[in-house]
T-cell receptor, first 112, second 110 residues
Framework: DADVTQTPRNRITKTGKRIMLECSQT?????MYWYRQDPGLGLRLIYY???????NKGEISDGYSVSRQAQAKFSLSLESAIPNQTALYFC???????????FGPGTRLTVT | GQNIDQPTEMTATEGAIVQINCTYQ??????LFWYQQHAGEAPTFLSY????GLEEKGRFSSFLSRSKGYSYLLLKELQMKDSASYLC???????????FGTGTRLKVLA
């Protein structure tokens, strides 16, 4: 079984809809991250969390919110989706003792 | 500001050696990563450098010069499966945020 899972893997939604992307991990890591990836722009950090009570904005948090329901779960919400939020979204985890990040398989989101 | 630069695209021949460069300017430094990403897939870890010098791991090596804000990834004995994007990322000190470059798309030709 994959250590970091994301649901859904693909989603098409309409402008103005609320949508939630979920991330779960079995690695036991405290640190979790949400990124979006756009062609030519690389991976950009949306939000990150270093433990259940810690939530921090990344470089592009406007239009997004997150919830850290448990050590293993970190959800990303788009309150009112817009077309320029069409992108590939990745969740990642890391261990404080090993700086390497482990990525989930990604969610391809299309907003029409 | 924070900036990481790497070439957009490179092409090389199967069996050859290719060097992918990365320069960075960040507020604080706690290490530099290289990740490999095949199209539509998740990035996977290749290497981590926190001290100056060369780290070798099989066909892949990574070099870091902190004083120059420079790193490179060296791929030897290129194989077709090495066709992918290679992402350079810096971990900033203090907040441990990861800043990614836009990636270098490598095409390996037969």
């Amino acid at each position: 079984d994959a250590d970091v899972t994301q649901t859904p893997r693909n989603r098409i939604t309409k402008t103005g809809k609320r949508i939630m992307l979920e991330c779960s991990q079995t690695k036991g890591h405290d640190r979790m991250y949400w990124y979006r990836q756009d062609p030519g722009l690389g991976l950009r950090l949306i939000y990150y969390s270093f433990d259940v009570k810690d939530i921090n904005k990344g470089e592009i948090s406007d239009g997004y919110s997150v919830s850290r329901q448990a050590q293993a779960k970190f959800s990303l919400s788009l309150e009112s989706a817009i077309p320029n939020q069409t992108a590939l979204y990745f969740c990642a985890t890391s261990d404080p003792d090993r700086v390497e990040q482990y990525f989930g398989p990604g969610t391809r989101l299309t907003v029409t | 500001g924070q900036n990481i630069d790497q070439p957009t695209e490179m092409t090389a021949t199967e069996g050859a050696i290719v060097q992918i460069n990365c320069t960075y300017q960040t507020s604080g430094f706690n290490g530099l990563f290289w990740y490999q990403q095949h199209a539509g897939e998740a990035p996977t870890f290749l290497s981590y450098n926190v001290l100056d010098g060369l780290e070798e791991k099989g066909r892949f090596s990574s070099f870091l010069s902190r004083s120059k804000g420079y790193s490179y990834l060296l791929l030897k004995e290129l194989q077709m499966k090495d066709s992918a994007s290679y992402l350079c990322a810096v971990v900033t000190s203090g907040t441990y945020k990861y800043i990614f470059g836009t990636g270098t798309r490598l095409k390996v030709l037969a």
